[in-house]
């Protein structure tokens, strides 16, 4: 692993996609947690989800959000952040369409659960930046009578 250039590099990526099996197990069993008895989990889904390098540890954490079980504002946050590709949490923003679609589900599916507290405004439902365009395609290629 100490080695320099290319034969490091690759050694390091080895070992963390060779853990990525142990981590998104992890993420599966904390996605039946509560929440609200174990915060750990949720903080430990939102890192899984926004910070782990392996694209299937992301995806198992979204879609563990999505069983509803950690419907916070912290969790709704995150999902937000990952469905729009950014990064203004300062991690690096999602670019696995697949993740990005598992975390629309989870972030639609907290929306309607969230509890918030007296006086917050309603949640507007979230849509995947893709999806307007998918639609505008859509209906540009229907037949026109």
């Given at each position: ?73 912290t969790?709704i946050?995150?999902?937000?952040i ?16 697949r ?17 918030g ?9 979230p ?19």
């Amino acid at each position: 692993l100490g080695a320099p250039g290319a034969v490091g590099a690759a050694a390091k990526i080895q070992s963390d996609q060779k853990a990525a099996g142990k981590r998104r197990d992890a993420v599966r069993f904390l996605g039946t947690i509560d929440c609200h008895w174990f915060p750990e989990a949720e903080a430990g889904l939102i890192a899984a989800l926004r910070v782990d390098r392996s694209e299937c540890v992301r995806f198992e954490a979204a879609r563990s959000l999505a069983r509803g079980c950690c419907c916070t504002k912290t969790t709704i946050e995150a999902l937000s952040i990952c469905v729009a590709g950014d990064d203004r949490d300062g991690n690096p923003a999602e670019n696995s369409l697949r993740v990005q679609l598992m975390a629309l589900e989870a972030l639609q599916r907290c929306v309607g659960h969230y509890q918030g507290e007296a006086g917050d405004p309603p949640l507007p439902r979230p849509e995947h930046p893709a999806s307007k365009e998918v639609l505008a395609q859509q209906k540009e290629a229907q037949p026109q009578d």
